[in-house]
Structure formats: structure tokens, C-alpha cells
């Protein structure tokens, strides 16, 4: 039905598709798979109408598509879910639902005609008892989400594509994604599902396309692919372990953390953390994971409880302090909270240290320059140099900016807040084995991630949090996947 | 508008782009018959740089807050209001350096206010320094006795002279501005604090999480900023000779045009000295140049309005069309 072929697209010198192509039949589930840079976004902004192709040919039922803009490309049939959403946040379910597309007469909107359209919008969903009068910001993330979904769905699409649609999403609301995609599909629309999860493409997907460089590289049945053949294609390398092993043993207790409470989440955790050692938080989104990491940091009041760091006097801190003492936060957000876009990676890299740079508060450069350089060469860190803005750089390259910041400080006690969101699976293995090597020079890691697999290939114990509370504590050996969803949804609470 | 603009070519147009206005400027103005024999001359430039010394300190204050991510709309009511608490002490026989520090000192007193209310209470920059906009007026006014405030001479009257103006010397005024913003750009360059401000600017959460005290440093800037406000109303006061509590309304809007117009963004994180004077000097160009064309001031009023609104999208155009 929908038919790519040899689509190219320049930037400047920067050739970002060198000739793509891709098939997708009615109601079928393509999942769009490759790293980060790879060439995927330029590709579905060509296909929504946000930029024109250079070269190539686009069909969609068999005749010639080219969309000149995004209402070209809705009106064509193609509608687009981006990763980040774009909600009113002030205006209700119904009215974002309907937004642009009111169903009015003189201006006037019609109440009733509105109010059944936006409801059978959310029905072809499987969430026809959503609030309609709610407001868009009071709902959750994945409510969000499907309203968003609604609103597509309002201009009977032919091809829906969906951008990281679960990167914000708890696996449990995951899960209600995956069966909302399949009855889209059974009702005959076709989806192109873009993620970085492996195993989220082979449970939704039916075909899949693989693209690396800007080409495609491959493309098949979904049911006969194995995950190490995939990530052969999108690296062009053989990844043979996800997460490296490195020789580390927990030594003494660094950081103790007792009944630490914070309103509104988190009530009364308390953990141990030793040098040396790899501490995973895992839980639902909203679990109080967040929040514990930034009271321990002192982002966040603590209203009760202890936060010591081992070898200072200090039981509550604020994050200057807490630099001081050692502690350095990797926030999970980095465009909102992680760095700052517009000023340079040196800057970026040295903000929590400035004085450092320079006697008589005074900064030099040079230095500045010189720490940025280290970290460049060492991480690998792909940029034109330590001048250039951050927001010029890719995600991944972002996210080891962000951790560098913490080795350059230096910390000895890393919280690290999803270090791994959004990123590609190359800059993924280098964070992880990154976070070994730390944990072999005897630094404390306490790193919350919403992706099991990554926190049981990486820890050496894991604290699973529900509704606020820490509710269990044990070594990895022994927790399973499935353990650690039975604590986090609170269906067993053991000690 | 879908055109991609080169990174490395639009830092260079925010680079050289005030500069080149500068200079289109002063070519408009020496070309045509009425001003050509005199607008270039070094007379004219003394006055020009004379007219450019308030709004010059003043913007070097906004500099800071605007880079802060802040804005401040009361700057010319507290100039007022420094202008005449410096006739004030004039008048009851303070001694000069104690003037001069007193008048800054209450350009400076403001800023605290504004400083706090806007860290202190989290309140949106905009409201709380609209609200100062009248308090201090209000308290010029009420200090003034609802009059302008005279007093017999004071050496301070000489820093902003324009009489011998066929000498080829400046006077105090001009060069302190001068001074103070080669010491503002590098301050904001070279010191922890300078690139502490960029940071609170260009993004507050990261500032906050990387350990900079943000509320102290959001009124310190405001602080400073007041001082460089009371600053200027001492050169108001010393160009009108009196202290005169209706001087300088809508002084702001020329001050944050001219920061604009040199290059820095309205939400934070972006600017520099430079720009802001130059910005500074093409704004008493053009109602120089004005003058001497014999244009009435409602009609310099138009041009410098529609200056402004150039200005800022000339900024959209830089900062490119963000997705």
C-alpha cells in the first residue's frame, strides 16, 4: 500500500538518507529499527510532510505521494505520533482531541456532534470510559498518549506512524499500547513503529526494515529475526554481550539513606549503598524512584528520615554540598533539567566545578577547554570540538556529556537517573560498561532504570519501589523479571 | 519557513549582524544633503556618544539579567528615582563620592527589591518589576515633592558637558561607560560568576542540580543591575542638572531594545557586552540622525518602534525555527 523507493535527503554537506527504501502493507505493523543518527526521524518527517525529499519515489495506494506539508500529509492518509507529546495541556481530553478539527456551525461549537466523535475516537481504542471534561494535564503520561492516538485517529489515517511511542511509558501502560496497536491493525491501518526495544518490535511488529547510514540495510518477517542478527544489522558489528562483565566486588557502606520521606511520593526508604557496588531501583513511573534519587541529592526536600554520606557529618544537603561531599546526579530529563542546550559541552561539562578553573573567581578557558578534551577522547564523544553548543549533538552523545560531567567533578557515589533513555544501542553497551569499570574502581552506583533487562544484566542488587515505598531490597541472583513486576505493581510485598 | 540556517553561519550573523547595523545606520544618515557636511564629524560623534552614556550603563545591567533568563521594565522610574535622591544630597551639601555612591546605592536598593520578590517569592520577572515601574516613580515623585529638585552647582554637572564642543576631548561620563563594559564583558567571560549567569539563563534546573545557590545568584544579578540603573540616573542627573522625577519614561524600552538588538535572547542564556552597546549606539544614531533630518518625534518614535520589533525577529530568524 505504501511504497518507498531510493528516497535520498541532504542537509548542508551532511547526506542523511542516502537512498531508503521500505514496503508496508495494509494493516500491517512495520517496525522501523536503528540506532540514533541512523537516518529514521529524517525518514518519517519526509513521510509527514515536515520536509520534501531530494530524490526517490513515495506511493501510496498506487499513486504518486508527496506530501508539501503535515495537513497535506494527514489529508493524504498519514498521521504522526511524535515522541514527545504535543498536548494542550490546559484544555480538556475532548477539546484536544478535537482540536483543529471542531466540529462547529457559524463558529459555534457543536456540543453534542463533538462529544460522540471524540468518544468514538477513543473507543476504536479500548478507552471509551475516558474522561472527556478532564484536563489533558491531569491525565498520565500514557492517558496523554492515547489521546494523542484519538486525535489521529479522528482523520481516518491509512498509516499511522508512532516515534518511541513507550520511551515515557511504564511497561504496564506499555503493554495497553501494544494491544491498542494491534486492534488498530485489525481494523486495517498500518502502523510504523519506531523503537529502540528489541523485544517491543517482535512482540508488535510483523515486518520489520532496518536502517543504518541512512540505508536500509535489511528487511524481514519479524517472526523469523533473532535480536542478535538485528543488532548485527543496525551496528554492522556482531554485539556479542549487551552487558560487559567487569571484576567488581562491594567493599563498605558509602551512602546510608534511613526512612528518607519526601512529599508528595516517597515514604520511608532506606537503603545502604557500598563502594564498589551497582545498586538498581526499578518501578513503575511514579513509584518514587525519581524522588529518591534527587532527596538523597538534595534536589528535593527531605521532610524526614536521614540522607549520610559516609565520612561527613551532613545527614540532610543541599546539591552544592552534596557536589562537595562527593554525590553527583545524572537527571533523567536531559533537555529540561540534564544540560544546558545553547552553551558549550566545556561548559556543560565543568558547571559543577567552575571555581576549579580559574584563582580570584576568575575562569580559565583554556583549562576548561583542556578538562573538555580529556573527556572527548576518552568517551569518545563525537562533536566538532568543546565549543560546540550541546544542542547540536545527538542524543547519546548528550547523555555521555551529561555522565561526564560527574567523572570530570569527580564523584564517588553516582546517581544515575535512567542513564540510558532515548539513546542508541552502540552509546548503550559503552554507558553500560562505562558503569562497570566505575563500580571496579570501587565507586557506588544507584542507577533507576524502567528497562529490566538492563537493571538485571547490570547490578549487583536491586530495590524494586512501589507507590513510594522501597519494598524490597534483595541481590540480583535473586529476583527474575517477573519477580521484580510482582513487587513494582504491588501484587506481593515482602521483606 | 523550512530554511535551515547553518550553525556556523548564524553564529557568525550574531556575531558581525549589529555591527552591520550600525554601520547601515550611519550611512543612512550621511548621505543625504541636509546632514552630509556634519553628521560625520567628531562634534556630532561626541554628542551622539554623550546621548549614548544612559542608555549605555543602563543596558549593561540588562545585559546581565537578560542573560539571566530575567527582565527588568522599572529601570526608568529608578532612574528617576536616583536622580533625585542624588539632587537631594546635593542640595544638603553631601560630598561627591557620597553622592555618587548613594545614588547607586539606591538603583541598587531597587534591584534587592526586585531581586528578592522574583527569587524569593518564584514570581514572574514581568509583574514584579511592572510593579516597581510605579513604586518608584511613585517615591521619586513623593521625594521630589512632585517637582524637580534644583540645587546650585555641583562638579558632578561636568561629567555630561557638551559645552566646548569643538574640543577633542570626551567628558567622564563617556568614559565610564567606557570602562564599566570592558570590565561587564569580562566579568561575564572570564569569572565563575559570569558563567554562572549564563547557566542560570540557559537553563535553571540544570543550574540548580550542578549546585549554584540559584536564588542567591538571581538577586545578585538584579542587584547589580540596580547598581548600574542608579548609575545611570547619577549621569541623568548630572546631563539635566537637576533631579527630575517624570525624566525617563519608557527609558526601559530603549535599554531592552538595545540589549535585543545586540544579540541577546529574551529567554536567557544568550548576549553579550559588545552587542548591547552597540545596540545602544544605534539607537542615539538614529534619533540623532533624526533630528538633524528636521523629523518631527512622533515620526522617530515610529522608527525606533518598528527598530525594535525588527530587532526581535531578527532574533526569531538566529535562533532558527526550534521543533
Redesign the interface.
Known sequence: MLRLDGIRKS??ATQALKGVSLELSRGEVLALIGENGAGKSTLMRILSG??LPDGGAMELDGRPFEPGSPEDARSGGVAMIYQELNLALHLTVQENILLGAESARFGWIDRSASRARAREALAQLGHGAMDLGRQAGACSVAEQQVVEIARALLGRPKVLIMDEPTSSLTQADAERLFSVILRLRSQGVSVIYISHFLEECTRVADRFTVLKDGETVGSGGMREARPGHLLALMTGREVKDLFPKTEHRPGRAVLEVRDASSAPRLRRASLSLRGGEIFGLAGLIGAGRTDLLRTI?G?DRLDAGEVCVVGSPACRS???????QGVG?M?EDRK????????SLA??LT??K??SF?RF?????ARQAAAAARWIQVLGIKCRGASQ?VG?LSGGTQQKIALA?LLEHPARIFLLDEPTRGIDVGTKVEIYRLIGELAGSGKAVLVVSSYLPELLGLCDTIGVMSRGELAAVRPRSEWTEAGILRVATGAAISR | MSVAIPPRLRRLMVRVGPFLGLIAVIVLFALPGETRGYFLTFHNFKIIFIQTVIVAIGALGMTLIIISGGIDISVGSTVALASVVGALLIQRGWSTPAVVLATIAAGGLVGLANGAAIAGLRMTPFIITLGTLGVARGAAKWLGDNQTVNYDSSPINGWMTTANPFAYTLPAGVWVALGLAVLTAWMLRCTVLGRHIFALGSNEATARLCGIPTVRLKVLVYVLGGCFTGLAGLFQLARLRQGDPTVAVGLELDIIAAVIIGGASLSGGVGGVLGSMIGALIMSVLRNGSQQMGWPTYFQEIIIGLVIIAAVFIDRLRQGRKA
Open positions: 542537509f548542508g515536515a520536509c541529592f534536589l543541599t546539591p552544592r554540598e552534596r557536589w562537595r546526579f537527571s529540561e533539567e540534564g544540560l544546558m542546550l545553547n552553551l561548559d556543560n558547571l559543577a567552575m571555581p580559574g573567581g576568575s575562569v580559565s578557558s553548543p547540536e560531567r
